[in-house]
């Protein structure tokens, strides 16, 4: 039997979406959760998405936390129902351009505290080995790196409105 004309513009418009939050450093599941969520038409609880997707309850529920916690869906009451119910934000592109800046903010962190560490070693070995061969060049390369870690998470906190 076909799938009605809706149904199959439906399962198009989920499966591209998909590949669009994806770009936004998110699983295969995570992005087609996301996007399952929001063409829903009402919030869903997690035996609902892990029928709907054909996943457990456990990937549902480590895949919402991963979305709840990136500020994509939230977590909704509504009265008589016992099970958490959840729902995309529709707000899409703050969404998540606010959930890439935060990435990409930890990222930049991160990075250039692996560079002071690998800054702070230098130092160290500079101060106990007579000659420094090629140490110059790489230790201004390093300097420049930390530098452009820096701009780069001070240039999102910003777009953040940190």
Same mark, same amino acid.
């Given at each position: 039997?076909?799938?009605?004309?809706?149904?199959?513009?439906?399962?198009?418009?989920?499966?591209?979406?998909?590949?669009?939050?994806?770009?936004?450093?998110?699983?295969?599941?995570?992005?087609?959760?996301?996007?399952?969520?929001?063409?829903?038409?009402?919030?869903?609880?997690?035996?609902?998405?892990?029928?709907?997707? $054909?996943?457990?309850?456990?990937?549902?529920?480590?895949?919402?936390?991963?979305?709840?916690?990136?500020?994509?869906?939230?977590?909704?009451?509504?009265? $008589?129902?016992?099970?958490?119910?959840?729902?995309?934000?529709?707000?899409?592109?703050?969404?998540?351009?606010?959930?890439?800046?935060?990435?990409?903010?930890?990222?930049?962190?991160?990075?250039?505290?692996?560079?002071?560490?690998?800054?702070?070693?230098?130092?160290?070995?500079?101060?106990?080995?007579?000659?420094?061969?090629? $140490?110059?060049?790489?230790?201004?390369?390093?300097?420049?790196?930390?530098?452009?870690?820096?701009?780069?998470?001070?240039?999102?906190?910003?777009?953040? $409105?940190?």
């Amino acid at each position: 039997m076909n799938k009605p004309q809706s149904e199959h513009i439906t399962n198009k418009i989920l499966v591209e979406f998909t590949k669009t939050i994806e770009m936004f450093g998110f699983t295969p599941l995570e992005s087609r959760l996301f996007a399952y969520l929001y063409l829903a038409d009402k919030p869903m609880t997690l035996d609902d998405m892990a029928e709907a997707l $054909g996943k457990s309850k456990t990937a549902m529920s480590t895949s919402i936390r991963t979305l709840a916690d990136q500020n994509l869906v939230t977590r909704v009451w509504k009265k $008589g129902v016992r099970k958490s119910l959840y729902k995309a934000h529709t707000q899409l592109f703050k969404a998540l351009m606010v959930s890439y800046m935060n990435k990409w903010v930890e990222a930049a962190h991160q990075q250039r505290s692996s560079f002071l560490e690998i800054e702070q070693q230098i130092k160290e070995m500079k101060a106990s080995e007579a000659e420094w061969i090629q $140490g110059r060049q790489v230790e201004e390369r390093l300097l420049e790196i930390i530098e452009f870690h820096q701009e780069m998470e001070d240039l999102f906190r910003d777009m953040k $409105g940190d």
